[in-house]
C-alpha cells in the first residue's frame, strides 16, 4: 500500500463563500498539521479536493487556495457545474485510495466512495440535497413543465446514487440536531450531531451603528425578499445586505425604491469583521435553515438575530436572550403548498412578523443582549468540534 497520506477532504465546490466551504476549508487546515511516523517514515496531513474553486468568490493566489487540489470541471453554468462534478468524483479512485481516512461533505463529492478500496469512510452532512427531499415540492412549483420533467429525471438518476453512497460510510455526521431528523426521516439513515465549526475569535463587538445586517446568501429558500420588502415598510431603518447568490439581481430590484436598503455583495473576511461588528443585529429568517453558521457569527460579534423559529435556529438561538425568534404561521410542510391564498397569507404573515421584531430589536435593547450572545457564541468554537471530530475518527 504503501505511505498513506492520513486524512483526505472532499467537498463538492467552492463556489461560494458559505458556511459549508468554511467548513471544508477548516477541516483542511487543522487536519494538515498532523503528522504520523511508522518507523522512519513520515505521513502528510490531509489534503482537501473539491471539483472547482470560482474565482470570482475566492482569491486564487492565497497560498491555502493553491493547496487545494481540483478536478478542473468549473462552469459557471450550474447543470452543466453539477453534472462534471458528479462525474469527475466517480472517477476519483487514484485520489482518494492514497489516504486512510476520507471526510466527505456535500452532495455530489460522496459519490466517489464506490471507487474507494481501502479505510474508513466518514461523510460530514450539512443537510441531504433539500430538492430531493424535504423541499422538493417548493423547487418543482418554481419550474415550467419541461423543467419539472428535466429535474424529475435528473432526481431518478441521482438520487439512487446519493442514497447508496452513504450507506456505505462508516460513520454519518450531522451539523445539527435538524439535519439529524431530516437523515432519519428521509432516508432512515442514523447519524451522531457534531455542530460545524464557527471561528468565533474573528468577530468583536466594535460598536453600534445606525444598521441592520443581513447574511444570508441570497437564495429564494433564505426569504431575504420577505426582509425587504419588511424595510421598505420602515423607511426609517436602514438594512445592509452583506452576500450574493442567484437571486441577487431580482432582489436587488426589488429594493431599488428603498434608499434605506443597500447591497455590498460578497464581502471579504476582513471587510465582513467591522460590518458586522458595529451593526445593530442581525435578520436571518431563512425557510427551516440546517444549522446557519451567520447566526452564530452574529452572536459572536455580540450582535442578537432575528430569525425564524425553525430549523438550526431553534438550536442556536435563544428567544429574548439571544434574539427574537419569530413564530412559523403554518408547518413547513404547508408553507410549500401550492395553495395561492394560504401562500399570500404567509408572505403577508412574515412581513409583518419581521417588522414587529424589528421594532422590538431597539439598538437599546439589542445592546442588552450583547453578553449573553457572546456567551452563547462560545459553544460553537473550532476547538469542541474537533475535539469531538477526533474521539469519533480515532474510534473507528
Same mark, same amino acid.
Given at each position: 500500500?504503501?505511505?498513506?497520506?492520513?486524512?483526505g477532504?472532499? &467537498?463538492?465546490?467552492?463556489? =461560494?463563500?458559505g458556511?459549508?466551504?468554511?467548513?471544508a476549508?477548516?477541516?483542511?487546515e487543522y &487536519?494538515?498539521?498532523?503528522?504520523?511516523?511508522?518507523?522512519?517514515?513520515?505521513?502528510?496531513?490531509?489534503?482537501?479536493?473539491?471539483?472547482?474553486?470560482?474565482?470570482?468568490?475566492?482569491?486564487?493566489?492565497?497560498?491555502?487556495?493553491?493547496?487545494?487540489?481540483?478536478?478542473?470541471?468549473?462552469?459557471?453554468?450550474?447543470?452543466l457545474?453539477? !453534472?462534471?462534478?458528479?462525474?469527475?468524483?466517480?472517477?476519483?479512485?487514484?485520489?482518494?485510495?492514497?489516504?486512510?481516512?476520507?471526510?466527505?461533505?456535500?452532495?455530489?463529492?460522496?459519490?466517489a466512495?464506490?471507487?474507494?478500496s481501502?479505510?474508513?469512510?466518514?461523510?460530514?452532512?450539512?443537510?441531504?440535497?433539500?430538492y *430531493?427531499?424535504?423541499?422538493?415540492?417548493?423547487?418543482?412549483?418554481?419550474?415550467?413543465?419541461?423543467?419539472r420533467?428535466?429535474?424529475?429525471?435528473?432526481?431518478?438518476? &441521482?438520487?439512487?446514487?446519493?442514497?447508496?453512497? !452513504?450507506?456505505?460510510?462508516?460513520?454519518?455526521?450531522?451539523?445539527?440536531?435538524?439535519?439529524?431528523?431530516?437523515?432519519?426521516?428521509?432516508?432512515?439513515?442514523?447519524?451522531?450531531v457534531?455542530?460545524?465549526?464557527?471561528?468565533?475569535?474573528?468577530?468583536?463587538?466594535?460598536?453600534?451603528?445606525?444598521?441592520?445586517?443581513?447574511?444570508?446568501? *441570497?437564495?429564494? &429558500?433564505?426569504?431575504?425578499?420577505?426582509?425587504?420588502?419588511?424595510?421598505?415598510?420602515?423607511?426609517?431603518?436602514?438594512?445592509?445586505?452583506?452576500?450574493?447568490?442567484?437571486?441577487?439581481?431580482?432582489?436587488?430590484?426589488?429594493?431599488?425604491?428603498?434608499?434605506?436598503?443597500?447591497?455590498?455583495?460578497?464581502?471579504?473576511?476582513?471587510?465582513?469583521?467591522?460590518?458586522?461588528?458595529?451593526a445593530?443585529?442581525? =435578520?436571518?429568517?431563512?425557510?427551516?435553515?440546517?444549522?446557519?453558521?451567520?447566526?452564530?457569527?452574529?452572536?459572536?460579534?455580540?450582535?442578537?438575530?432575528?430569525?425564524?423559529?425553525?430549523?438550526?435556529?431553534?438550536?442556536?438561538?435563544?428567544h429574548?436572550?439571544?434574539?427574537?425568534?419569530?413564530?412559523?404561521?403554518?408547518?413547513?410542510?404547508?408553507?410549500?403548498?401550492?395553495?395561492?391564498?394560504?401562500?399570500?397569507?404567509?408572505?403577508s404573515? !412574515?412581513?409583518?412578523?419581521?417588522?414587529?421584531?424589528?421594532?422590538?430589536?431597539?439598538?437599546?435593547?439589542?445592546?442588552?443582549?450583547?453578553?449573553?450572545?457572546?456567551?452563547?457564541?462560545?459553544?460553537?468554537?473550532?476547538?469542541?468540534?474537533?475535539?469531538?471530530?477526533d474521539?469519533?475518527?480515532?474510534?473507528?
Amino acid at each position: 500500500m504503501g505511505t498513506l497520506l492520513k486524512k483526505g477532504i472532499l &467537498y463538492d465546490y467552492l463556489q =461560494v463563500q458559505g458556511g459549508a466551504e468554511q467548513v471544508a476549508l477548516m477541516l483542511s487546515e487543522y &487536519y494538515d498539521g498532523f503528522q504520523q511516523t511508522e518507523g522512519s517514515q513520515q505521513a502528510e496531513g490531509s489534503q482537501l479536493l473539491v471539483s472547482s474553486i470560482n474565482p470570482d468568490n475566492f482569491d486564487l493566489s492565497l497560498p491555502a487556495i493553491q493547496k487545494i487540489q481540483t478536478l478542473q470541471s468549473f462552469s459557471s453554468i450550474a447543470p452543466l457545474r453539477i !453534472l462534471k462534478t458528479i462525474h469527475g468524483f466517480k472517477q476519483s479512485q487514484s485520489y482518494i485510495n492514497q489516504f486512510e481516512q476520507v471526510i466527505y461533505s456535500g452532495f455530489y463529492a460522496p459519490l466517489a466512495i464506490n471507487q474507494r478500496s481501502y479505510g474508513n469512510n466518514f461523510y460530514y452532512c450539512h443537510t441531504p440535497p433539500r430538492y *430531493l427531499y424535504d423541499l422538493k415540492d417548493y423547487y418543482r412549483q418554481k419550474l415550467n413543465v419541461v423543467g419539472r420533467f428535466l429535474l424529475q429525471s435528473y432526481s431518478d438518476w &441521482y438520487q439512487p446514487q446519493y442514497e447508496q453512497s !452513504l450507506q456505505q460510510m462508516d460513520k454519518v455526521i450531522s451539523n445539527s440536531i435538524n439535519v439529524q431528523k431530516r437523515l432519519k426521516h428521509y432516508l432512515n439513515i442514523d447519524s451522531v450531531v457534531i455542530n460545524p465549526p464557527v471561528n468565533i475569535d474573528r468577530f468583536k463587538w466594535l460598536g453600534q451603528g445606525d444598521y441592520y445586517l443581513s447574511l444570508a446568501r *441570497l437564495e429564494p &429558500y433564505k426569504q431575504v425578499d420577505k426582509i425587504i420588502e419588511a424595510f421598505k415598510q420602515m423607511p426609517d431603518k436602514k438594512l445592509v445586505i452583506a452576500s450574493g447568490g442567484s437571486d441577487y439581481e431580482r432582489l436587488k430590484q426589488l429594493a431599488v425604491s428603498a434608499p434605506n436598503i443597500s447591497f455590498t455583495g460578497w464581502y471579504s473576511e476582513a471587510e465582513l469583521v467591522p460590518l458586522l461588528g458595529n451593526a445593530i443585529a442581525s =435578520v436571518y429568517i431563512a425557510k427551516d435553515e440546517d444549522f446557519g453558521l451567520s447566526p452564530v457569527e452574529s452572536q459572536a460579534a455580540g450582535k442578537a438575530v432575528i430569525g425564524l423559529a425553525q430549523g438550526g435556529l431553534l438550536e442556536t438561538v435563544r428567544h429574548g436572550e439571544t434574539g427574537y425568534l419569530i413564530e412559523p404561521q403554518f408547518e413547513p410542510e404547508l408553507i410549500t403548498k401550492n395553495l395561492k391564498k394560504g401562500k399570500a397569507i404567509e408572505e403577508s404573515y !412574515l412581513i409583518d412578523a419581521t417588522i414587529k421584531a424589528v421594532e422590538w430589536m431597539t439598538s437599546q435593547r439589542a445592546l442588552s443582549l450583547k453578553n449573553k450572545c457572546l456567551e452563547n457564541a462560545k459553544n460553537y468554537h473550532p476547538r469542541l468540534f474537533f475535539e469531538k471530530m477526533d474521539v469519533l475518527l480515532n474510534n473507528d
